[in-house]
């Protein structure tokens, strides 16, 4: 019996290996930093996605089994099952290579350098001198508070407990004097306002212990 299912087990090994060097592609430094069970969870998801395979495959090979059909179709059929299975884990992966490994290579680049550890408390990460694009792409991975587009020059300091909910986030950023400050994503914290020349200095500070 074995013998007779080891095309099939190949077919969902491949399919699990380029997968998971596919989730390995796209889940780059700026994506685990700030969201360390990205991995783990779309491991789970392939082999979900690996298991479901394998229970349809069973049942195809059962049904082309009674109709006599040839070994050769019987694969092909396999590999077309498994790929469906994992269709929607393929589009997704490959839509966040193009975005984080091309179309964004350049600016994600330029992020990590700027990006460091700190740990005041267990864990914890740290940035100066953020250009709004760069913030922005943080934002879209966090749940750090989203900036009107005119901010520049953002820094920000984030601490956090890995088993107590314990954190603290500070962020500092500057606004032209002209411009009105958009409170609506501080409120849980405090906001403290500086003028220095023709800029707003925004400093926000949130924290749980």
Not at 58 to 63: D, G, L, S, Y
Not at 77 to 82: D, E, K, P, V, Y
Not at 84 to 111: A, G, P, Q, T, W
Request: charged share 20%; net charge positive; aromatic share 14%.
């Amino acid at each position: 019996m074995l013998r007779k299912s080891i095309k099939y087990l190949a077919i969902l090994c491949i399919n699990l290996i380029i997968l998971t060097g596919l989730l390995y592609l796209w889940t780059d430094f700026i994506e685990v930093t700030f969201n360390s069970l990205v991995r783990p969870t779309e491991f789970f998801k392939i082999i979900g996605s690996t298991l479901l395979s394998f229970i349809a495959i069973c049942i195809a090979i059962r049904i082309f089994r009674k109709r006599n059909s040839s070994i050769m179709a019987r694969i092909k059929i396999s590999a077309l099952i498994t790929i469906l299975m994992s269709s929607f884990l393929y589009v997704n992966y490959l839509k966040m290579i193009y975005k984080n490994r091309i179309e964004k290579r350049d600016l994600r680049k330029e992020l990590a350098i700027k990006i460091a550890a700190a740990n005041q408390l267990a864990y914890g990460t740290k940035a100066t001198h953020l250009t709004f694009d760069e913030y922005q792409e943080i934002t879209q991975i966090t749940w750090f508070p989203k900036l009107q587009k005119h901010a520049d020059n953002i820094s920000f300091l984030y601490t956090y407990d890995g088993f107590l909910p314990d954190y603290s986030f500070s962020l500092s950023f500057d606004l032209p004097s002209s411009a009105k400050l958009d409170s609506t994503a501080f409120k849980h914290g405090d906001v403290r306002i500086d003028f220095i020349g023709n800029k707003k200095r925004i400093q926000y500070n949130e924290f749980q212990d």
